[in-house]
């Protein structure tokens, strides 16, 4: 049986990497999904708002706006739409928040073709699995710094200035990835 375009579910793919989109996108489509790209928010919602779709692999830091801000515009048009967030700049706050403005799943890259589709049948919980043991102090100024950066939407000396830090030493903070 062929499924034509009309049948096959419509997956909105929205990353500023256009390498990274043209190769999943072709992935996607051979299992059986009908993609549309976008490289930013800007030009995802105008897409969205014609056709939302049923699907959307939305990357987290992009130029513009983050992909929390279209994670929230998605599940506002669409409760239905199953979100999974990509990011290479994974943290625990990033992961509560996008599950609390609709992501179904979020996922550290690299991420596989599989793992993504695997995610769109996950189910957020509305209660997080906590860990029993604490974390470490420099887990903890990690997260923290991950969540006033996403606050500034990426821009390092502004977040510097809120942090009472030097700009190269929250860059080498951010460049180090705290154990548990």
Not at 98 to 118: H, M, R, S
Not at 124 to 136: D, G, K
């Amino acid at each position: 049986m062929i499924l034509t375009a009309n049948e096959k579910p419509s997956l909105l793919l929205v990353d500023d990497d256009s390498t990274f989109c043209t190769v999943l996108a072709r992935a996607l489509e051979k299992r059986g999904f009908t993609v549309t790209i976008a490289s930013n928010v800007e030009q995802a919602l105008p897409l969205a708002k014609e056709n939302p779709p049923e699907y959307a692999v939305v990357d987290l830091k992009m130029d513009g706006a983050s992909g929390l801000v279209l994670t929230k515009a998605l599940h506002e048009l669409d409760p239905a739409t199953r979100i999974v967030i990509l990011t290479g700049y994974a943290s625990i706050v990033t992961a509560v928040e996008a599950i609390k403005l609709g992501a179904t799943q979020y996922l550290a890259k690299p991420a596989n073709t599989d793992e993504i589709v695997a995610a769109f049948g996950h189910s957020a919980s509305p209660e997080l699995q906590l860990n029993t043991l604490p974390a470490s102090v420099d887990r903890l100024e990690w997260e923290h710094i991950q969540r006033v950066l996403q606050e500034q939407q990426g821009n390092i000396s502004a977040t510097a200035r809120l942090l009472n830090m030097h700009r190269r030493t929250l860059q080498r903070k951010l460049a180090k990835r705290p154990s548990s």
